[in-house]
């Protein structure tokens, strides 16, 4: 077959198969009388041979060594093609990525694209200053997509610098909720810790309120604990549990009494909360320093009941419990005394 029959079955062109002859790596067996290239059956079968090794991602060189030397085995090369190629796609995704947080900043001209492109530089620098002063130094009135925040908020380190992109995050309001939706309930605990404490960071942004009452329900308790002080300190209901079992666990149990005494409030959450919070005080597990730490959190509480229960627990048998009690209900009796406001 004349070079032109062979480009037209097996789809190289004419100028490639040139290229393959000046190559060596596919040279046609005979010469027409003429002097043009005619190839023969097995000259065919090599240029697929060639097409089938240049579709795995081999060099034109690479293809050559593959067919014509003998101690050449394809195992290394294959596993360096898996390789690059994975190395090739993780480069794509990241720029898929990118593309994505320029697209949804909505950009209005070329200046816009550049101010993202800028300040995503910026954010994978390895200096953590100037990851945290190119989000604190960022013009007022200029958006930053909240996917770009969020995507860095995820994965900082410092805590400074995470404490500065949790802040511009926050001030993106729905949309930053939005692009932490799915980080909420990743496999990864280190992401959903961060993601729930950014979200918990804008517990008042619609949206938020939701995600954080489903990760109540969290198998990580420091997750559990950052939901339930970001949902109590806004009144969520659902929150109460676990403040509970944080008193009584002795993590972050002064925070938690806080967010308790705002709980409380509402006087059917006040009820509820000083009820739980009597039961572990009865509990015949509950140590000294336990019963004392809910005797704390019991003066955080709105209404009379925290009071009598404090009275009660003046005369126990723990002597320690006793003191303590009798001190706090004289706190709250002057309270109560002196009105409102003197908290």
């Not at 949804?104 to 995503?120: F, K, N, Y």
Request: hydrophobic letters at 45%; proline letters at 5%.
């Amino acid at each position: 077959m004349l070079i032109g029959e062979v480009a037209r079955r097996s789809g190289v062109s004419a100028r490639m198969l040139r290229h393959y002859d000046a190559l060596g790596l596919v040279r046609p067996t005979g010469r027409t009388v003429g002097g043009y290239r005619e190839y023969a059956a097995d000259d065919v079968r090599r240029i697929f041979h060639v097409e089938s090794l240049r579709s795995l991602g081999l060099s034109l060189k690479q293809i050559g060594r593959a067919l014509e030397d003998p101690a050449f085995t394809p195992s290394a090369l294959v596993g360096d093609l898996i390789q690059w190629t994975e190395d090739r796609l993780a480069r794509e995704q990241e720029l898929l990525e990118r593309l994505r947080v320029i697209d949804a900043s909505a950009p209005a001209g070329w200046r816009d694209v550049l101010r993202v492109v800028e300040l995503m530089r910026e954010l994978d620098s390895t200096s953590a200053a100037r990851r945290q002063q190119a989000v604190l130094t960022r013009p007022e009135g200029l958006p930053v997509p909240a996917e770009l925040l969020a995507g860095a908020v995820l994965t900082e380190s410092d805590p400074h610098v995470a404490g500065a992109l949790r802040w511009a995050l926050a001030r993106t309001g729905a949309d930053g909720v939005a692009a932490l939706v799915v980080a909420a309930r990743s496999e990864d605990v280190g992401i959903r810790r961060r993601a729930v404490l950014a979200i918990a960071g804008m517990a008042e942004v619609p949206g938020a309120t939701a995600v954080l009452r489903d990760r109540l329900e969290d198998p990580d308790a420091l997750v559990r604990r950052q939901a339930a002080l970001a949902l109590g300190g806004h009144g969520v209901p659902a929150a109460v549990p676990t403040l509970v079992r944080m008193i009584v666990e002795g993590t972050n149990d002064v925070d938690a009494a806080e967010a308790l005494g705002t709980l409380s409030q509402d006087p059917a959450c006040a009820t509820r909360i000083t009820t739980l919070l009597a039961d572990q005080l009865a509990a015949p597990t509950a140590d000294s320093a336990t019963r004392i730490r809910l005797i704390q959190a019991l003066v955080e509480l709105e209404g009379t009941a925290p009071l009598e229960i404090l009275r009660q627990l003046a005369h126990d048998d723990d002597r320690t419990v006793a003191l303590v009690a009798s001190a706090l209900a004289g706190i709250l009796e002057k309270r109560a005394d002196d009105g409102p406001g003197d908290r």
